[in-house]
C-alpha cells in the first residue's frame, strides 16, 4: 500500500463500475488498496460481511456440494473441482482431506469475509471470500452449476456479521522474521537434524528450533539433500509428468492456508510468463518470471527419502512445491524419483 489517501467506498465503487472486467486483485492495487477494502466497499450492494468461523464454514461447505476451492499468493493460483469433505478441526489448525480439495487451514490468519454475488450477463456468480489482516485474499471458495444454493444461503445466513459497513480495518502483517547469519555451529546442527528427520512434517520444527528460513537450510544443507536446478525445471518437469503419465503432488500456500492437488497432470500450457495446468478438476496457474530460484530437496523418512521441487521467489519465501504422489507408509515412486533427479542442475560455483 502506498502513502496516499484511501479512496472512499462510494470512489471504490465508481472504480469498479469503470472497471468491469479488471481483476479485483489488480484493481484494487492500481487504488492502493487492499483486496478486502475494495469488495468491503460493496456491502449492501451483492456484497454481505461474513465472519470468518473456519470451522463452522467447513462443517457447512459439505452440504453446498461440488464448488471450486482456491488458494493463490503472489505468484501462483491453485484451483480445485471437489466437495469439501472429511473435514477435521483443531484448535491452531483445521483440514480438509477429500479426495479432490486436500487443505492445511490456519484459523488465525482468517480475519475477513464475505458473500459475493457477481452478475455475469444473465447469471449470478456466487463466492465466499476470506482475507487476512491485511486484507489479502487467504481463500476463496466459488459456486458451480451443481452446487446447493439453498445450502450456500443458509451458511452465508448463519456467518452473517452484525457488522456490515462498507469500509474494514487493514494492518500491515510483517510476521516473517528477517534471515540471520547462522553462526559456526548451525550448519553441523542442521546436518545432524536433517538426518534423523522420519517424516517430512518434522521439517518446519526443524527450521522453528534452529532458526532457519526454509530457504537457508536448502542452501547450507549440501548437495547430498538439496542441490540448485535451472529456474525452467518447473516448466520441464509438468511437461515431462504430464508426459508421462506421473502423478504429482503440487502446493500452494500462504500465511492462512495451503492447498494441494494430488494425481496426474495432462494439460500443460504456457501463456506468456505463466504456465498453465487446464485439466478437468484442476487448474494451475504460475507466474515463471517471478521464480529467483529452484531446489530439489531429499527429506529422509521412516520409508525412505522423498524428493521434492521446491521454487522461491526473490523475497525467499516459497512460491510453490512439488512431490510425487504418495501414501503414508509407502516409499517413493521411481519415476518421480529419477525426473527430479535429473533435471538441469546448476553447478554449486554458480548456485544461489
Known sequence: MDARVKPAPHEIRLARADNPKMRERDLAGQLGISEAELVAAHCGDGVQCIDPRVNDLLNGLEAVGEVIALTRNESAVHEKIGVYDKVVIGPHNAMVLGEDIDLRIFPKIWAHGFAVEKRDGDEIRRSLQFFDASGEAVHKVHLRPASSLYAYQKL????????????????????DAPETQPGAQAFDDLRERWSKLTDVHQFFGMLRSLKLSRRQAVRMIGQDYAWQIDNDAVTAMLNHAAQGAIPIMCFVGNRGCIQIHSGPVQNVKAMGPWINILDETF??????????????????????????????????????????????????????????????????????
Open 283 to 352: 487448474h494451475l496457474h504460475l507466474r515463471t518470471d517471478h521464480i529467483a530460484e529452484v531446489w530439489t530437496v531429499r527429506k529422509p523418512t521412516k520409508d525412505g527419502h522423498v524428493t521434492s521441487l521446491e521454487a522461491y521467489g526473490a523475497d525467499g519465501k516459497m512460491i510453490i512445491q512439488f512431490f510425487g504422489k504418495r501414501h503414508e507408509g509407502e516409499g517413493e515412486r521411481d519415476d518421480w524419483r529419477f525426473l527430479a533427479e535429473n533435471l538441469p542442475r546448476i553447478p554449486r560455483s554458480t548456485a544461489a
Open 156 to 175: 452465508v445466513a448463519e456467518l452473517s456479521s452484525t457488522d456490515q459497513s462498507q469500509s474494514v480495518a487493514v494492518e500491515p502483517v510483517n510476521d
